[in-house]
């Protein structure tokens, strides 16, 4: 598989946030199955026209979603991140739990803000 990405520059939305959901949405839909290789910073960098610092930023933190994995000088593959997004996203509901449970809030409450911030992020 190859790995396609469409940058827009005219976006509100950061060049490397762009990238990050991109190769996230192609890694969890398969497009880029399990173990694929991913081009080097320097080269998706140059690809994109890019500074490798954005490219960089961006595999920073796929790779700390679980999404990429980066084996030293063999490269950067898509990891099995099924799991470890699961697990993150279980850490954080349990954190938001428990904070909104400190600040006193009603379960209901606490569902109708998860339902509203759900609905910012998915509902453009």
């Known amino acids: 598989m ?12 950061a060049p490397y946030e762009q990238l990050r959901a991109q190769i996230a949405e192609q890694a969890r839909t398969g497009r880029l199955p399990v173990g694929s290789r991913l ?6 960098a140059q690809d994109l026209d890019l500074a490798a610092n954005t490219v960089a930023k961006a ?21 099995a991140a099924g799991d470890a997004a699961e697990r993150h996203a279980a850490a954080a509901a349990a954190a938001y ?8 809030l009603t379960r209901n409450q606490a569902e109708a803000a998860v339902a509203d911030a759900l ?6």
């Open 39 to 44: 081009p080097t910073v320097r080269g998706l």
């Open 97 to 104: 739990a428990a904070e909104v449970h400190r600040l006193g």
């Open 59 to 79: 595999y920073r933190v796929l790779e700390a979603d679980g999404v990429i994995e980066t084996r030293g000088r063999a490269g950067t593959f898509i990891a």
């Open 119 to 124: 609905r910012a992020t998915y509902e453009p």
């Open 2 to 13: 190859t790995l396609k990405i469409t940058l827009d520059p005219k976006s509100a939305t």
